[in-house]
């Protein structure tokens, strides 16, 4: 319904409103996930004392399979992961965040509900039509040796934490950058596929521009990534990840706000060296914010991938916002 009302409601017919930045959606492909994300947020901190809070669930559908040189990739199955994030503003253009997150890996129940959407649409299935139906199988060959593998079963994730500072405060009609620095910590169990095992460092920008119609994000990021140990040992290393996102955020009714976002990202299983494990990844998010009450937002967005046979298949992302004093008016200090 929020979609709909989305789609049914033309760009620029609502004056300006406050910007409450893009959605802190990200790929949901399993090995992805042991990479440490600096999530997509608005380049103006939260003033001193102000807390926003989220609990996420993204739903993803992965079919993704292929081989080359020897190596080999099957990633069958459906991930929910949930998480519970805060971003507190410490005063004098800083900002902290932190989040807590756990996956569920299972077969699933979306097969056959995306083969009829993919025959509708025309849309290619990669022969998902032809496979058995709701299976669980994730891991990643090299050379004949396991080097990734996800169990299935609820398990918690790798901890990140952030450092957003502000450089040049957003105005009206003028952008606004602040530098952003993260560590994730190896909470997560190597192991089982929900963490590299050891603590990954990214560095970025962020970028806002208001206009009296809409927001617009962007960023970019380097995220200097770790090796599971049982990886290295068998000569894989998982790469660095270098990703660049853009979200357009406009206002479409005094409580709705629409969100369309991209993120392209290299792939940490390069060292695999064929299309399906090592190309670069693309999705689209579409989705909208609606507030409830005050400072009380639902969150909704539908993730696409751009790069067919390597990204997932689909992601669906809702979330429950607490954004108390997240955010400004456009141009106001």
């Known amino acids: 319904m929020l979609l709909a009302a989305l789609a049914a409601i033309p760009l620029g017919c609502v004056g300006p409103q406050h910007s409450y930045g893009p959605l802190p959606v990200r790929n949901q492909h399993p090995a992805q996930?042991?990479?440490?994300?600096?999530?997509?947020?608005?380049?103006?901190?939260?003033?001193?004392?102000?807390?926003?809070?989220?609990?996420?669930?993204?739903?993803t559908s992965l079919f993704l399979a292929g081989s080359g040189h020897g190596n080999s990739i099957t990633m069958d199955g459906e991930v929910l992961r949930s998480s519970l994030q805060a971003r507190v503003g410490l005063g004098n253009g800083f900002e902290f965040g932190a989040e807590l997150p756990v996956l569920y890996a299972s077969g699933g129940f979306l097969d056959s509900f995306l083969i009829d959407y993919h025959g509708i649409f025309g849309f290619p299935d990669q022969d998902r039509d032809i496979a058995p139906k709701n299976q669980f199988n994730v891991h990643a060959d090299f050379q004949?040796?396991?080097?990734?593998?996800?169990?299935?079963?609820?398990?918690?994730?790798?901890?990140?934490?952030s450092l957003t500072c502000g450089i040049i405060a957003p105005r009206l009609g003028s952008p606004g950058v602040a530098l952003r620095l993260g560590a994730e910590l190896p909470t997560g169990d190597a192991d089982a596929g929900a963490g590299n095992g050891?603590?990954?460092?990214?560095?970025?920008?962020?970028?806002?521009?208001?206009?009296?119609?809409?927001?617009?994000?962007?960023?970019?990021?380097?995220?200097?990534?770790?090796?599971?140990?049982?990886?290295?040992?068998?000569?894989?290393?998982?790469?660095?990840?270098?990703?660049?996102?853009?979200?357009i955020e406009w206002p479409l009714l005094d409580d709705l706000a629409g969100l369309v976002q991209v993120e392209w990202e290299t792939s940490t299983l390069r060292q695999l060296d064929f299309a399906r494990g090592a190309d670069d990844q693309v999705l689209l998010w579409l989705g909208g914010r609606l507030r409830v009450d005050r400072d009380l937002f639902v969150e909704l967005s539908l993730g696409e991938d751009l790069a067919p046979e390597v990204s997932p298949d689909f992601t669906a992302w809702l979330a429950i916002a607490w954004l108390p004093g997240a955010a400004r008016g456009r141009g106001a200090d």
């Open 33 to 59: 996930l042991t990479v440490m994300h600096l999530d997509p947020v608005p380049a103006q901190p939260l003033r001193a004392g102000a807390v926003a809070g989220r609990a996420s669930f993204a739903y």
């Open 144 to 161: 004949g040796t396991r080097v990734y593998e996800l169990d299935d079963g609820p398990m918690l994730g790798d901890l990140p934490l």
């Open 198 to 247: 050891k603590t990954d460092f990214a560095t970025g920008l962020c970028a806002s521009w208001l206009f009296s119609f809409a927001t617009l994000h962007a960023a970019v990021q380097y995220t200097f990534t770790g090796t599971p140990e049982h990886a290295r040992q068998a000569g894989f290393e998982f790469r660095d990840v270098a990703s660049a996102n853009a979200a």
